[in-house]
């Protein structure tokens, strides 16, 4: 199929409509039509359309000028981790070995130039939480989540997928430099681990394996702790109960078709 055809074959009003859904986030929950069509790169009518319908369609409400999402875009997600049996194959494990772990462990994918949590276990006493919930973005260039899933590309890809994600400093120790961040990557690649200090947020370790197997869309697994005073046997310990919560979601093939 040429390109013109499979551009016959795709709804550009459906593609805008999406585009509007994907500008609400934790730090703009609720906007006005101007904002929506600043942030979806859309001019003000054609986001205007595509709000409203999302209105009509109850994806979206309105307060006055304002707009906002409603749970019914739950069901969306719902119908992807249903689908996946997340309730059976995924979240059980990752409970399981949080508990052992004494921390909370997620499990992400690279999602336009950005970490996309899939799911995270739930315990009642992990050392760390960011309230991060399944279907956050988080940052791709200074987390140890993000830096494994680029190891999970080839060398030419990860460098093209770095170059268009934000690489703002959050801390003092954050990276800067694309090239170093790469650096970084390798050393996960040819390690299978990846470890970031302090570099999303002052005084935190962050660690991830892969999950997926070589040659499927990269997974990883991963969690985070305060650094400590012994951080070699913390690293030992959180990667090894990592690398064995990683075998099980193989064995179990609870990521194969993601």
Not at 78 to 102: C, D, S, T, Y
């Amino acid at each position: 199929m040429t390109a013109a055809e499979q551009d016959r074959n795709i709804s550009s009003s459906f593609a805008k409509g999406l585009a509007v859904l994907a500008v609400f986030d934790a730090a703009n929950p609720s906007m006005t039509l101007a904002e929506i069509a600043r942030r979806s790169g859309q001019d003000r009518a054609t986001a205007r359309r595509g709000a409203l319908t999302l209105v009509q369609a109850g994806y979206l409400r309105q307060d006055g000028r304002k707009l906002s999402l409603t749970p019914r875009v739950l069901a969306l997600a719902g119908g992807f981790l249903q689908a996946n049996h997340f309730g059976r194959r995924v979240q059980p494990v990752l409970n399981r070995h949080a508990r052992q772990m004494e921390t909370e462990v997620t499990l992400a994918m690279l999602d336009q130039g950005r970490v996309l949590l899939l799911a995270q276990s739930t315990v009642e006493h992990g050392h760390i939480t960011y309230g991060f919930t399944a279907g956050s973005h988080i940052p791709l260039a200074h987390t140890s989540l993000g830096r494994m899933l680029l190891a999970g590309l080839g060398e030419r890809e990860a460098a093209a997928v770095l170059a268009t994600a934000d690489i703002p400093r959050h801390t003092s120790q954050s990276l800067t430099e694309p090239s170093d961040i790469l650096d970084r990557v390798a050393n996960a690649r040819e390690q299978g681990y990846c470890l970031t200090d302090g570099e999303f947020e002052a005084g935190i370790t962050g660690y991830a394996v892969p999950v997926s197997r070589p040659g499927q869309t990269p997974i990883v697994a991963g969690c985070s702790a305060p650094r400590g005073s012994k951080p070699e046997a913390d690293a030992d310990r959180l990667l090894r109960g990592l690398q064995l919560c990683a075998a099980e979601l193989r064995q179990a093939e609870a990521v194969n078709h993601l």
